[in-house]
């Protein structure tokens, strides 16, 4: 039998929006130059690519949050080079990696007390695999995810609360992170009703966030229904978003965000959110309140964790 460890930080203090600030600058240089080195293998191509992001960086409106604004570098990237999916084959690694997993992680959910927890501190410990936070993903990062699962305690919102709120929903909306995570995420929702479930991915790449070919490896059409959200941004902003999906978005009972992108982006919304996500940086860690490094659950409504 597997006990799984539950935690809660005594106090919190819900915020707007993030918006970008200094720290947050170096992190999207890295991936514009990542991203110029995956794309070509010219020199010269690549510092045009860098000289056309530091320009962009330079007079872009800082009150955006990050996600918009590498949605921007993306842009200029796919613009030189054509290139539109850099992450494509990375993507399709991490999801083999995650797949060849799986027997474990149905160990662990089976021998569990509670099988929606594990299922949920699985879909929480794979926000690892998020390249626009770190420059490599490893299998051992990926691996020492299911020691985590069992180990590191979960910060935040009581999962009980969460449960009933989906016990009582009609229309659920799962929106999803990074590739490989993704198979993480199909644990957490096969302990759901598939019925009520909806599960929206990108609507283009985004660095290695996944997208409908993405999350169809990965086997979430198995386990629920599966949109895209019609923005290439690596987050959910609304007004890059398409009319339909914002619909399921305002229809939705209950929103489950995975990841910081999406955090950054919805975390003044007064929709009924509950975020899932690492926190991997410390701007993260001091707006949400949580050190660098915790496995987090935050409902948005709330201006304390429960207690």
Known sequence: MIIIRFAIVTKFEWRDNMKAELECLPCLVRQAKEMAMMTTDDSAMQK????????YMSETDLDKSPPEI????GGIIVSITGVKDPYREIKAVHTEMALKMEPEMD???EASVDKFLSGLRLAIAGNII???ARERVSHEDISGILREVIHEPLCGADPG???SEIDEAENVLYLADNAGETVFDRKFLEQLPGEKITVAVRGGPAINDAILADA???GLDRVATLIDNGSGAPATVL???SPEFRRVFEEAD???AKGQGNYESLSSSDANIYFLFRVKCNLVAEHSGFPVGSLVMLKSSDSEPDE
């Open 48 to 55: 045009r690519i860098m000289r056309r992001c530091f320009a």
């Open 70 to 73: 590498a949605q921007g570098i």
């Open 107 to 109: 160990r662990i959910v």
């Open 130 to 132: 998020d390249l626009g």
């Open 161 to 163: 609360r969460l449960e």
């Open 216 to 218: 169809e490896a990965a």
């Open 239 to 241: 007004s890059d978003c």
């Open 254 to 256: 209950v929103i489950i």
